[in-house]
């Protein structure tokens, strides 16, 4: 069966193990029927930013022409350092776009990706943000009414955790031992100042996360569309949002979000 299309990241529903499902173009591929069966990826050279739809030859920040870098609010660098959004301010690329995505509730919170982290996201975004990560057991640590003060408590917390997934860990599965995700939240919690310390969250449930993972590479390479107009092998993984193939190779799809790809399986 073939496809062809736009892609954009794989969506997820929170199953045991993680249902996952491709977009391409109008279509849904589900993914967990192909583990163990050979898959083909062939990129046309054809890249349309997510954001605008124009043709663009690069892709910037995950999907974005460089005027849609510039100027879009999903590609605000508010994305990526939650701390700098103004939108309590009114200061914003779009208010519209800010009062949906900015001043709404966040959570900051701790995760087991190959390692632990503190991350920020929206409320609504739980647990799709854990899953796109790779995380296998996540907790939530404070809950804030907009993304300004989240960012803030991340950034007073990256002095002592890392705010990075290793993502080469998380993929070969490497076991970490003795992570107590309810004893770093209480540390990490410790560690606030008096005034942030009121948006701590009660809950203290840990979430455990299953990928559908027959196999998980014991050595990595990573290849793209960048370099190779053809990705092709049986899969034998999903995790994050990386395909993990046979040979150990691995794809990251949501890095090539706007490239149009035909899908052969």
Same mark, same amino acid.
């Given at each position: ?25 109008? %279509?849904? #591929?589900?993914?967990?029927?192909? +583990?163990?069966? !050979?898959?083909? &990826? @062939? ?58 995505? %900015?001043? #709404?509730?966040?959570?900051?919170? +701790?995760?087991? !990706?190959?390692? &632990? @982290? ?60 003795? #992570? ?7 540390? !990490?919690?410790? &560690? ?74």
């Amino acid at each position: 069966m073939q496809h062809e299309g736009n892609i954009l990241k794989m969506r997820a529903e929170l199953t045991s193990p993680i249902n996952y499902f491709f977009r391409i173009g109008n %279509d849904e #591929i589900p993914m967990n029927p192909l +583990l163990g069966k !050979a898959i083909t &990826l @062939k990129f046309t050279g054809k890249i349309n930013c997510i954001s605008c739809g124009k043709k663009t030859k690069t892709s910037f920040n995950q999907g974005f022409c460089y005027n849609c870098l510039r100027k879009a609010p999903e590609a605000s660098e508010t994305i990526i350092r939650p701390e700098l959004s103004k939108a309590h301010f009114g200061i914003a690329r779009d208010m519209e776009w800010a009062e949906k995505h %900015d001043l #709404i509730a966040h959570y900051v919170y +701790l995760a087991v !990706a190959g390692g &632990l @982290k503190v991350g920020v996201t929206r409320e609504h975004q739980i647990p799709t943000r854990w899953i796109d990560q790779g995380a296998g057991s996540a907790i939530k640590l404070a809950k804030t009414p907009n993304r300004h003060i989240a960012g803030v408590i991340e950034v007073w917390l990256k002095k002592y955790f890392s705010d990075k997934a290793n993502w080469r860990a998380m993929l070969q599965n490497r076991v970490i031992e003795n #992570i107590d995700l309810v004893q770093e939240k209480n540390k !990490a919690a410790g &560690l606030l100042p008096a005034e942030l310390q009121r948006y701590v969250e009660k809950d203290n449930q840990v979430t455990m996360l299953e990928y559908p993972v027959l196999d998980s590479p014991e050595k990595i390479k990573s290849v793209t569309f960048d370099k190779q107009a053809e990705i092709s092998g049986k899969l034998t993984g999903i995790k994050g949002q990386y395909l993990i193939f046979e040979n150990q190779s691995v794809l990251n799809i949501r890095k090539h979000n706007g490239y149009f790809l035909q899908v052969t399986y």
